[in-house]
């Protein structure tokens, strides 16, 4: 099939990508010419394992090409929306200027029997409103929702070989052409077995913000016991264990740290609570608030051990920061906790010097005033204290002995609970988790 894909951004660039190594003919859509030239290039403008080797691979055959001309998606019978909804400024809701303008262009290059499909992540009731807009000019045009569940450093496999494929249709239909339409763009990994679930358009989009407000409140729940077991003398990781047996609950996400980033989660729920107003039922999502105030709240607990490894107080204190990005294989620092630690402690007086493997540039841009350091042996060099905030392999394979030959100090502050205490300790180090004893 041919398709296009609007928006190639993190999500799109993987989509048109992903779409070309399953046979479709694919034209990925942008209007950011540096991003196009980049993508043509083979050489995504962000780190994800495996999209550039992927790049190269399909361009080579010939099924994908990218380009900033609308004109391009003429000929195409399905079109992907894949752009971005950032929060808007000074808000919590969604910022959909992108995802109607991509709408509003694609409209005059549309045949008859055409598929347009969102997977941008939206307020519920977005759909609908745009397919009303679209069926306003083109009326044989169909509209479709279809969610997208990529991890970030996991998003070439987690589009090949999804878990799950959610399609919302209006009205909810199994035997709508354009879930027919749909099934063939998707043919491979349906006949490996995903499973796949035709809701009506609410429910599709409901999908996504509903999965990442349960992540996030797993994720902020473990850390409110990590807060009641630093109080208690106890260990969140083993009562994490004892909890995660329980096949109700699960081990998956209860993993206690400097808490969640990046550029889904936070805003994700933000838009959700913002969106909950708006219907009236705002009530329902008020348990939301709490789970991101005991997120943002983890960053201000890690300032304050820190503050206690090194003795009472920051100023002049020589603090290396391992990680920049908000999680490993990974370079997107937008809402970092380990970033926006980094900059806590620089404004309390330490000297902050920042590495991680593939963030730095970013990092850079985002907060310019730190100071950055490629080499991790040399970042740990004359360091009065380490602070270990991106869980990197490389920082789980740091020996401690090895280590203790370039700092000042040996203190650590684990703030994702990844290393062995006791081989720290035993090695002299003063090593503080969070929520551990």
């Keep these: 099939m041919r398709i296009t894909v609007i928006g190639c951004g993190y999500l799109g660039a993987v989509h048109a990508a992903c779409m070309a190594k399953l046979g479709h003919e694919v034209v990925g859509i942008d209007v950011d010419e540096r991003k196009v030239s980049a993508l043509s290039a083979a050489s995504a403008p962000f780190f994800e394992p495996g999209l550039d080797a992927l790049l ?15 004109a391009s998606a003429k000929g195409s ?38 598929l347009i499909v969102g997977k941008s992540t939206v307020p519920v009731g977005t759909a609908a409103r745009l397919a009303g ?44 052409i354009a879930v027919q339409v749909l099934d063939r763009v998707y043919a491979t990994p349906l006949e490996t077995g995903t499973p796949r679930l035709v809701t009506d358009l609410p429910t599709a989009e409901l999908v996504k913000t509903a999965a990442n407000s349960f992540l996030a409140t797993k994720i902020s729940f473990i850390n409110a ?12 990781t083993m009562l994490a264990d004892a909890i995660g047996l329980d096949d109700r609950i699960g081990r998956k996400f209860l993993n206690a740290g400097i808490g969640f ?47 206690e490894l090194c003795g009472g107080s920051l100023l002049g204190q020589r603090i290396t920061v391992l990680g920049a990005a908000f999680k490993p294989e990974s370079d997107d620092v937008r809402d970092s906790p380990a970033l926006s630690i980094a900059a806590q402690l620089q404004l309390q007086g330490a000297v902050v010097t920042v590495t991680d493997p593939k ?8 907060f ?48 994702r609970n ?8 035993a090695a002299g180090w003063t090593y503080r988790g969070l929520g551990r004893p």
Excluded at 81 to 110: F, H, M, S, W
Excluded at 277 to 300: H, K, P, S, W
Excluded at 381 to 392: C, G, N, S, Y
């Design 368 to 415: 310019p005033e730190l100071h950055y350091e490629e080499s991790t042996e040399v970042a740990l060099q004359r360091a009065d204290a380490l602070l270990l905030l991106t869980e990197w392999q490389e920082y789980r394979d740091l020996d401690p002995y090895e280590a203790s030959a370039f700092v000042s100090s040996s203190k650590i502050l684990d703030g």
């Design 133 to 176: 807009i679209i069926e306003q000019t083109q009326p044989a045009v169909h509209t479709m929702w279809n969610p997208e569940f990529l991890r970030e450093g996991h998003a070439v496999s987690d589009t090949l070989h999804p878990d799950r494929l959610v399609y919302g249709i209006a009205g909810g239909s199994e035997e709508h």
């Design 56 to 70: 190269k691979e399909v361009q080579e055959t010939g099924r994908l090409s990218f380009s900033t001309d609308m």
């Design 225 to 236: 016991m990590a807060e009641l077991c630093d109080a208690a003398g106890a260990d969140v």
């Design 77 to 114: 019978s399905v079109h992907f929306i894949c752009v971005g909804t950032p929060q808007k400024k000074g808000e919590n809701g969604a910022d959909l200027t992108y995802v109607d303008a991509a709408t509003r262009d694609l409209l005059p290059y549309l045949s008859p029997g055409d």
């Design 359 to 366: 963030a730095l540039h970013n990092a850079a841009r985002r």
């Design 418 to 425: 990844i290393l062995d205490a006791s081989k720290w300790r």
């Design 261 to 307: 980033g990046g550029g889904c989660l936070p805003k994700d729920i933000r838009a959700f609570m913002a969106r909950a107003g708006e219907l009236g039922a705002d009530q329902a999502l008020t348990f939301l608030r709490e789970v991101d105030a005991i997120n943002m709240r983890r960053r201000t607990r890690v300032v304050e051990l820190a503050r």
